[in-house]
């Protein structure tokens, strides 16, 4: 396992650090970054993600000398999560964009689509043979309806390969059926920004789930999907913008 990362933004600026979802990379970003650059110093971290979420919390703990803020989309919102659990003394506060929440609420990841990719030859054959336009068509769901994909977010699943894919994908699955987010957050005293995309279609969007937790404030976007910081990137940046602002959670 291993973590590179992108910085900008001027010195004395509060940190923080931008995870990327699955099969993706620093530049999912690329939208929020220079709307936080009189604001904040950003991290944008590029994981290699082919281990466990732990495995991807610790690398993006090694990049880190102080308590930052924490953002994560979707695989990289429990990896923040992660981070948080096994390193309190480097985390602030989390802003949690579209993370899967529980194992059933993840609704492509149950589709047979991505159940026929977990399958050695099956899904090596699938990948080999899907052109960018039917890479393009599969990432659809990501994004709200009329809203184009992006090349680069073709280009990087493309890159990450198969089997990176699914091995991330499973490492969710792994983690959320040790514990589901709900009872992870419930244990942390971090302030949490949860972010969902009402027009979300890779997720089931929680009811009550974390109703009950007092330093977890929840925030639907509507007319975003699963990509918020690319669909809603002002509203994100602004979320962000909020969460560094927060004299509560200086030192």
Known sequence: MSAGAVAAGGPGLPKVVLIHGLAGSYRAWDRVVPKLEHVAQTVAVELDSSGSIGDDADDVAALLDSRIVVVGHSRG???ATALAERRPDLVSALVLLCPPWSRDARL?????????LALPAV??????????????????????PGVTVPDRFVAD???????????SSQAIDTYLGTRALADRLR???????????HLDARLILPTDEFTDLGHVRTTVLAGSGHTPQWEAAGEVADLITRTTGDPTLEG
């Open 77 to 79: 919102g429990l990896v």
């Open 187 to 197: 244990d942390l005293t971090v302030p949490t920004e949860l972010v969902f995309g």
């Open 108 to 116: 492509t990841a149950r589709g047979p689509v991505e159940r026929a």
């Open 157 to 167: 699943a493309r890159m990450r390969g198969r089997r990176n894919f699914v091995c």
């Open 123 to 144: 899904g090596d054959l699938m990948w080999a043979l899907a052109s960018g336009e039917r890479q393009r068509a599969a990432q659809r769901s990501a994004f709200a």
